[in-house]
């Protein structure tokens, strides 16, 4: 049974670009949530889509946004590019109103900006 | 307001001895939840424990136990007899899932097992 599977793995973009990065979600699971972890840090809570659309969003600015699919996958989008988005981000999937408990984070996709 | 404080940020023991890891919370809540995760090398975050806030018994799973106390806002970890696999970033996190489903993460503690 597959877990969250994230990607790309790795990504170098430079700053002012446009990002995009998915996450599939544990089979079973209909929630996903996002996370942004910066280097020596722990992660942060961007915002969590479910049935297709935000239901909780973190301290984080518009240029920031998502987007859940029927199939309950995710993709987190991030215009304009600062040096300071480089992180890590983690997908976390669960399902229902267990979301917090049942919680699956994947990999990670580390963004590096230069 | 929520907070979790995770004092040690680098720890360093060697293989077989025991080692706890400190956690502090903060929260206006009555119902949340406390969690603990390891993070190895690789990125991914494995669950290890999740605690609600009506439980306060201690638990242990193998090597591993959590120590529980509200009076003190606390959520120690402690590694028995550990071992160089051990060697991680250990995440302690707090919900106040009535609340959200928002989890807040302290910044790490950051483990070596020395062989």
């Known amino acids: 049974d597959a877990g969250v599977t994230q990607s790309p793995t790795h990504l170098i973009k430079t700053r002012g670009q446009q990002v995009t990065l998915r996450c599939s979600p544990k089979s079973g699971h209909d929630t996903v949530s996002w996370y942004q972890q910066a280097l020596g840090q722990g992660p942060q809570f961007i915002f969590q889509y479910y049935e297709e659309e935000e239901r909780q969003r973190g301290n984080f600015p518009d240029r920031f946004s998502g987007h859940q699919f029927p199939n309950y996958s995710s993709e987190l989008n991030v215009n304009a590019l600062l040096l300071g988005d480089s992180a890590l981000y983690l997908c976390?999937?669960?399902?229902?109103?267990?979301?917090?408990?049942?919680?699956?984070f994947g990999s990670g996709t580390r963004l590096t900006v230069v | 307001a929520q907070k979790v404080t995770q004092a040690q940020t680098e720890i360093s023991v060697v293989e077989k001895e025991d080692v706890t890891l400190d956690c502090v919370y903060e929260?206006?809540?009555?119902?949340?939840?406390l969690f603990w995760y390891k993070q190895p090398p690789s990125g991914e975050l494995v669950f290890l424990i999740r605690?609600?806030?009506?439980?306060?018994q201690n638990e242990i799973s193998g090597r591993y136990s959590w120590n529980f106390q509200k009076s003190t806002s606390s959520f120690n970890f402690t590694i028995t007899a550990s071992q160089v696999v051990d060697s991680a970033v250990y995440f302690c996190a707090l919900s106040e899932a009535a609340r959200d489903d928002k989890i807040i993460f302290g910044k790490g503690t950051r483990l070596h097992i020395l062989p």
């Open positions: 976390a999937s669960s399902f229902g109103a267990n979301r917090v408990a049942g919680y699956t």
């Open positions: 605690r609600n806030s009506f439980d306060e």
């Open positions: 929260t206006r809540d009555t119902t949340y939840y």
